[in-house]
């Protein structure tokens, strides 16, 4: 059930309709029934998979605060009877205990992700080198389709479980409110990859009826169908032509073209799912995370990843970089790096291995495929540089005043953009020799005519299509400018009733006569549907 989908369109109102007359403790078994049915209905045998990383995780949550519970409860019992070593040795007992549960928790989940989803991309590497090597055997595939959404949701039970074990949030008592925690619909799909503690604020409250907050909720909605339908899936077109094509006929400036329009559909794409995401938990009263904050007005990379699929890179960087800095073993090759590197070398150790572990992590999340992990590399490789790079920048600023003024800010914006695209274009081609080939022809195939010459009009895109898109663009700009004093719908709720009737009719007329629909009017998925 796609979100762009009618089936989806209908579930959606019945759904509002249902939530709002059914009495208020009973909202959200309501949701956690409709979430299960939408992945239900997106595979028979996906709630199983869901149904068990939730059964795990909320009996070895369960399992790791009984353990401290009773580690509290015994130790004010015998206060008075236990030495200082006792004590410690007791709580080392029961810490050690917690660890193996949780990490026993955490491989059987993951190992469930690594095998349904990667398990076809490992096979198929292992028969290449065997083959390579000489060898004639070849193992079989695995016949397993993906479950929608499940590196999310192993993502946020994860995340669950690890905050569990170090005491952030209490373990979830009530199994079936976990169950809507791990399950919820509208985020399954594409994220946001939600905290526990962030999203039971609201997940599990009470929600009377309330027309500003449903009309907010369905307003940002719209404006998510309209990057996806109007901007999104008619930008495609050129992109496949481009990179799925003849590939010789499309080199030189028809790469940098590729570039710029896969960065148009990524980013209407995903942050026009996400809109829609958080606009139908906010149409029921519940609050779910921003993920994106207007990545593409950074001045570096390193602030890009910080503005992009934000949730995902917080996630990343509190189970996986900053655990893997600061272990034992990290801080005695740091040690060791120091004494026969020099200091310069030791102390950059657990900040490079730390953020290669964390790249490479990203890189795989992103697909079975040896393009995402290159592309993950390359991003790494990028920001390490840059930081490197950082006594010189500030020497340079030293001697140009140029910091903080509008044309060099313009500069550093403009840079990140073609930065960020030329490592997508991993996204782009079929497999990384290929992306290497067509980027190299950016500087050997002198083709440039071709953004005036006509030729952008033999993509599969008519002028009237290269017209929508730039007002599309133009309109995520002025939306993006407006947002930095503040919630373009307030501001837009604020005013008299005929000009919000105009500008959200509009809106609506515009998804409606100017979207790019398939046959019957089917729309395409959305791009992280794989991830």
Known sequence: ???????????????????????????????????????????????????????????????????GRRQSVYLKENKGSLSKEEKKA???????????????????????????????????????????????????????????????????????????YRGVV????????????????????????????????????????????????????????????????????GITTITRGGISEYEGAYVFVGMMFYALQLYADFTGGIDITIGVAQAMGIRVAENFNRPFFSKSIKEYWNRWHMTMGSWFT????????????????????????????????PVYLSSFAVWSATGIWHGASW????????????????????????RFHGRFSVQGKWGFKLFQVLRTILLMSSLRIFDCYRDVGTAFRMFGTLFTRWNWQILWDGSLLELGLSGLDYGILAAGLLMMVLVSLVQRTGSVREKIAARPYPVRFVLWYGLFLLVLLMGAYGVGYDASQFIYNQF
């Open 318 to 349: 509190d189970y996986i970089f900053y655990p893997i800095s600061v272990c034992k073993p990290m801080l005695k090759f740091s040690k060791f790096a120091r004494a026969h590197f020099g200091e310069a070398v030791g102390k950059r150790m």
């Open 1 to 67: 059930m796609l979100l762009t989908s009618y089936e989806f369109l209908g579930f959606l109102a019945v759904l509002l309709v249902l939530y709002y007359l059914v009495p208020r403790g009973f909202q959200w078994k309501l949701l956690l029934a409709a979430s299960y049915l939408f992945y239900f209905v997106a595979g028979p045998l996906f709630p199983l998979y869901i149904l068990v990383t939730t059964a795990t995780t909320y009996l070895v949550s369960c399992r790791i605060e009984g353990i």
């Open 371 to 394: 393009n995402f992990i290159v592309w993950g590399l390359a991003n790494w490789v990028v920001i390490m540089i840059s930081q490197e790079l950082e006594p010189l920048y500030a």
């Open 90 to 164: 007791y709580k080392q007992k029961n810490k050690t205990a917690q660890w193996r549960w949780m990490l026993a928790c955490l491989l059987f989940n993951l190992g469930i992700l690594a095998v349904v989803k990667y398990g076809n991309f490992a096979i198929s590497n292992i028969n290449g080198l065997v083959q390579a090597l000489g060898g004639r055997g070849e193992f079989g595939l695995l016949g397993i389709i993906v479950p929608m959404g499940i590196s999310f949701y192993t993502f946020q039970s994860m995340g669950y479980l690890i905050d569990v």
């Open 170 to 237: 209490p373990a979830e008592r009530n199994f079936f409110r976990l169950a809507l925690f791990v399950s919820f619909f509208p985020q399954l799909i594409q994220g946001p990859i939600s905290r526990f503690g962030d999203l039971s604020q609201t997940l599990f409250s009470e929600h009377p009826f309330e027309g500003k907050t449903l009309c907010l909720g369905l307003q940002r909605v719209l404006w998510g169908y309209f990057k996806k339908l109007v901007v999104a899936d008619r930008v495609v077109t």
